[in-house]
């Protein structure tokens, strides 16, 4: 099976409930069109870059090593740093052998079958950078408005100056201009001239938008009739070019959104240890990562008891091994971790003996409406210790509003309107791309093809294991919920007893 075009359109921050008839028209077409996946899942954390580095490399955190939005690694910052911006990725390919990612991208596995490949990015420059990091290195095609502030807006070289000089740059992450532009790069010139066999085409809103004005807001909803209008006009041009009847398009997100009403004393927890200068804490709004000195095990177990006390904590994950010479131990297929009352960091695919945290903690979540009539109310760890902001949303963390995402397969090579109920999760977007292609996974790809979903197969939905884990350590309590599919874990939610 080998297809003429497919196109992939990660849409940040978008929720499954925000396809609508009215306010998404042409999303909501290819929703009931195509194959629509009810249960699909971010990777957790549920964080934009995580996502990127999942969706490029059809794995998981554990094994990509982009384990949050924002990350400490000795080498590249002496404090946590952002991986919003492409210039820390590359520092990480610095101190990391060369590469950002150390397993091979789908992006490398076309190029290596000779499958033109273009990325292309209104989003952060490390967000778009993920898409396709050896970009800088040969592989494929990738555009971003705002590389190097401007001065650059693609890779390879050649088609950075025919863009600058045809489109001008345009400040990445700049929202609804930045994908204004991006879009118009895509119609115009990459599809009619570049003539490439797979995109994966980043659309940066409504993620900004929510952030600042939450979910169902006013703002949110004008913003998504913007991308969904962006999303007809892709269609129109694809019907110009002939190509509307041979072209599969994939629609997910990275990731979904929560409302963020109250936050959590994390620094009055990491405070409480006595040993604060030893703790580094890696932020992403839902969820935090922290560091502790040398692996130091008894640091470790202090920070998680203040964490199990501190009010608005929700899960706690260590790895089940305790640190060993001050080094981070990693075994699979633990699910509790060495401290009383934490799950294990493996459980969730988080463990790295590189790169790789000593804990994370998630925050306490609600079913509850925001002021929108969105449900998934999400605390969250902040200096900012007022309550209830007006329109603060975010995500990253255990809320299932925030790990459900969308995904519709439509086109020549999917069923039609279809509802496939088996979970799925963005690692297995790339295998089911390269499947689609003629092209085998390299064998770092951990996701599965969604072979349920193509046209040419009549296969079953495969079968499904649900499970949920409990972990006691005195009053406090949590559980987390996973489905799995053969060896392959989704996590569904997680939260504290009722």
């Not at 608005?312 to 509790?336: H, I, Y």
Request: hydrophobic content about 40%; overall charge negative; some cysteine.
């Amino acid at each position: 099976m080998k297809v003429a075009l497919l196109i992939i359109l990660v849409i940040d921050g978008f929720r499954p409930d925000s396809i609508s008839s009215d306010i998404t028209p042409n999303l909501f077409r290819l929703k009931n069109e195509g194959v629509w996946c009810d249960n699909s899942h971010s990777v957790f954390p549920t964080v934009t870059r995580v996502n990127s580095a999942s969706i490029a490399t059809g794995t998981v955190p554990s094994v990509h090593g982009i384990i949050s939005n924002s990350m400490y690694v000795e080498g590249v910052a002496a404090k946590p740093f952002d991986t919003a911006d492409y210039k820390n990725l590359m520092k990480l390919a610095e101190v990391s052998g060369g590469r950002t990612l150390p397993v091979t991208t789908m992006a490398e596995a076309l190029q290596a079958a000779g499958i033109p490949f273009v990325g292309i990015s209104s989003g952060s420059t490390g967000g778009g950078f993920l898409i396709n990091p050896m970009a800088p290195s040969g592989t494929g095609v990738l555009i971003n408005g705002g590389f190097e502030d401007g001065r650059r807006v693609a890779y390879p070289d050649k088609i950075d100056r025919v863009i600058q000089q045809r489109f001008g740059a345009v400040k990445s992450g700049e929202g609804i201009p930045s994908l204004l532009w991006a879009e118009r790069v895509l119609r115009e010139y990459v599809l009619p001239e570049l003539h490439p066999r797979v995109i994966v085409d980043w659309l940066t809103e409504p993620d900004d938008t929510q952030h600042k004005f939450g979910v169902g807001s006013p703002e949110a909803l004008a913003v998504l009739k913007t991308m969904d209008q962006q999303v007809g006009l892709l269609m129109v041009r694809l019907r110009e070019l002939g190509l509307d009847n041979t072209a599969d398009i994939i629609v997910t997100a990275d990731h979904g959104f929560g409302g963020e009403p109250d936050p959590v004393d994390l620094n009055g927890a990491i405070q409480a240890t006595g040993k604060a200068a030893g703790v580094i804490a890696a932020n992403n709004g839902a969820s935090t990562l922290l560091y502790a000195k040398d692996h130091d095990p008894e640091l470790i177990r202090g920070l998680v008891s203040q964490l199990q006390k501190t009010d608005g904590v929700d899960l706690v994950f260590t790895t089940s091994q305790q640190p060993k010479r001050a080094e981070v131990q990693c075994q699979p297929g633990r699910d509790l971790g060495w401290v009383p009352g934490t799950f294990s960091l493996e459980l969730i695919d988080e463990c790295r003996p590189s790169r790789g945290a000593d804990v994370i903690v998630t925050y306490q979540w609600t079913s509850d409406q925001n002021a929108f009539g969105f449900p998934g109310l999400q605390r969250i760890a902040t200096t900012n210790m007022q309550h209830n902001v007006a329109g603060r949303s975010g995500h990253g963390g255990l809320n299932p509003f925030m790990i459900h995402t969308p995904l519709v397969l439509w086109g020549p090579d999917f069923k039609h309107q279809t509802v496939v109920h088996t979970p799925t999760a963005n690692f297995d977007i790339a295998p089911t791309v390269l499947a689609l292609e003629g092209v085998k996974a390299p064998a770092s790809m951990s996701g599965r093809v969604i072979a349920e979903a193509f046209a040419k197969r009549s296969q079953e939905e495969p079968k499904v294991h649900r499970r949920s884990v409990e972990t006691r350590a005195g009053s406090y309590c949590a559980t987390i919920q996973l489905s799995i599919i053969d060896h392959r874990t989704y996590v569904d939610q997680g939260e504290r007893c009722r």
